[in-house]
């Protein structure tokens, strides 16, 4: 079904395009991004370290297209953690971005991946904001331990919008049905999401005590993305 002409897929990336500019917008208007702390080395770092996610994420083999999933998350969170939701919104949108453009993804698909991320980061961090006041003022540290069910809950958020956003896509480019696509593989999705995105406080703890531990804690992250990538190659042959 057209609406003017237009298929569903490009209205509804148009609307996502929007919406993630709309919230770069909004957060240059209240001043939000100028609080970015460019003299952080801990925000370079994870920084760093959220970009080369970002341009080697695990690819699912599909009949289509492969979909990717990144590690690029847990520093995105570690940022949202320890210097708030302009920053995280910012870097892991720009990110993506410049990622997808390396890799020379059409514009139209780099755009709705960023868009996609900072509207993410953005409901995860105003969910966490709702409930506790993360970042702490004042700190380090970023965050106490009464803070680590909120920031769970935000995972919780940042993985259900990411997810319903990217299958809403999926679904309308392959002309399927949306809320089926969206149950679809859900419990794959969330077990690599949440388990990454939980890492974040981790991340953000050892970058307090050292800088020297965060590429450290990486170390298994890249031994998980070797072996999943292998096993779902596997698992796409077997089932060719």
């Keep these: 079904m057209r609406f003017l002409g237009i298929r ?8 996502v395009l929007t919406a993630g500019l709309a919230l770069l917008g909004g957060l240059a208007l209240t001043g939000g991004i100028r609080r970015i702390p460019h003299t952080s080395p801990e925000f370079w770092l994870f920084t760093v370290l959220l970009i080369v996610g970002e341009l ?13 999933i990144t590690t690029s998350g847990t520093f995105a969170y570690a940022i949202m953690i320890s210097f708030g939701l302009p920053a995280a919104v910012l870097v892991h949108a720009t990110a993506t971005l410049l990622a997808d453009l390396i890799r020379r993804k059409e514009w139209w698909k780099a755009g709705f991946n960023a868009g996609t991320y900072g ?18 003022p004042g700190g380090p540290p970023a965050f106490l331990s009464v803070d680590l069910l909120p920031i769970l809950i935000g995972a919780l958020v940042f993985l259900l919008v ?4 990217t299958r809403t896509a999926i ?31 981790i991340v953000v703890v050892s970058a307090e005590r050292s800088l020297l531990l965060v590429p450290l804690l990486a170390l298994p992250m890249v ?3 070797r072996f999943t990538s292998v096993w779902l190659e596997k ?5 060719q």
């Design 119 to 136: 509207l993410a980061v953005a409901a995860a961090g105003i969910a966490v904001n709702i409930l506790t006041d993360v970042p702490r």
């Design 223 to 225: 031994g998980a993305y």
């Design 8 to 15: 569903p897929i490009n209205w509804y990336v148009a609307a």
């Design 56 to 68: 080697w994420p695990v690819k699912i083999p599909r009949k289509e297209e492969d979909e990717e």
């Design 171 to 201: 679904a309308l480019a392959q002309d399927l049905n949306v809320i089926p696509s969206i149950f679809s593989e859900f419990r794959f999705h969330a077990s690599i999401t949440f388990v990454m995105l939980a890492l974040s406080p």
């Design 235 to 239: 698992q796409y042959k077997e089932h």
């Design 162 to 165: 990411n997810h319903i956003l």
